[in-house]
């Protein structure tokens, strides 16, 4: 659910993406400050921990299907994209990503940290090539019976390297929703650093500058 389009509260974070008189405003101009650009960036990671939540709340619908029941790219699909969006939220080249300290500070009982690192861990796993590739396939030598001893054969075992399960879902999705509450709260305190930047910025160059599509970037681009 993209903010710029959503104009109310959003119920899973409290948080609204609007500041000051903004109904009935015909014209919307793209602000560049530093201040803008760190409430941008909060937003985009409340944006990806609601994706968070989103695939795990699926992701329990599917885990709830009896096993010959279940598509099995579904379920792995939806965890490895809850892993990578929860994990792009700690990014080192986002200007005010998440750190372990926002962890740490939240009010959830039990090994939180833990958790956190192992879901991390996990992540590392999906996109970068291992260290030991019989971590997910095994090869084996297919023998003959002993009264003929030979080899006749060789077999390779293949093992998905995403662990899923109930409580692992409900634990990333808990954690991703606390994280977008707090990251909430403190968007909702930039859009006022953001409003009073805004305010003091000269009201012609405001008034000359293209009006701010509500289309994500590069989409007016797209076949």
């Known amino acids: 659910m993209p903010l710029c389009q959503d104009q109310g509260t959003d119920p899973k974070t409290g948080f609204k993406p609007e500041r000051g008189v903004v109904a009935g405003t015909s014209l919307t101009v793209a602000l560049d400050t530093p201040s803008a650009r760190v409430l941008a960036d909060q937003a985009s990671i409340i944006n990806d921990l609601q994706f968070v939540m989103d695939c795990c709340k699926r992701l329990l619908t599917e885990l709830a299907k009896q096993q010959e029941d ?45 958790f956190h690192t192992w879901v991390m861990g996990e992540r590392d796993k999906l996109t970068a090539p291992g260290d030991d590739p019989f971590e997910t396939a095994k090869v084996g030598a297919a023998l003959a019976p002993p009264g003929r001893k030979r080899v006749e054969g060789i077999a390779v075992f293949s093992a998905s390297r995403v662990l899923i399960d109930v409580i692992g ?15 909430a709260q403190q968007a909702e305190k930039q859009q006022d650093s953001v409003l009073a930047d805004a305010q003091r910025l000269d009201l012609d160059e405001l008034y000359e500058s293209p009006p701010l599509s509500p289309q994500r970037p590069g989409a007016e681009d797209a076949p």
């Open 70 to 114: 279940r598509d099995g790219v579904v379920p792995q699909a939806l965890w490895s994209s809850a892993l990578i969006a929860y994990a792009r939220c700690f990014g080192a080249g986002r200007r005010s990503g998440l750190t372990d300290d926002d962890v740490q500070n939240l009010p959830l009982q039990g090994a939180v940290m833990k």
């Open 169 to 183: 879902v409900r634990q990333l999705g808990g954690l991703a929703s606390e994280l977008a509450k707090q990251t």
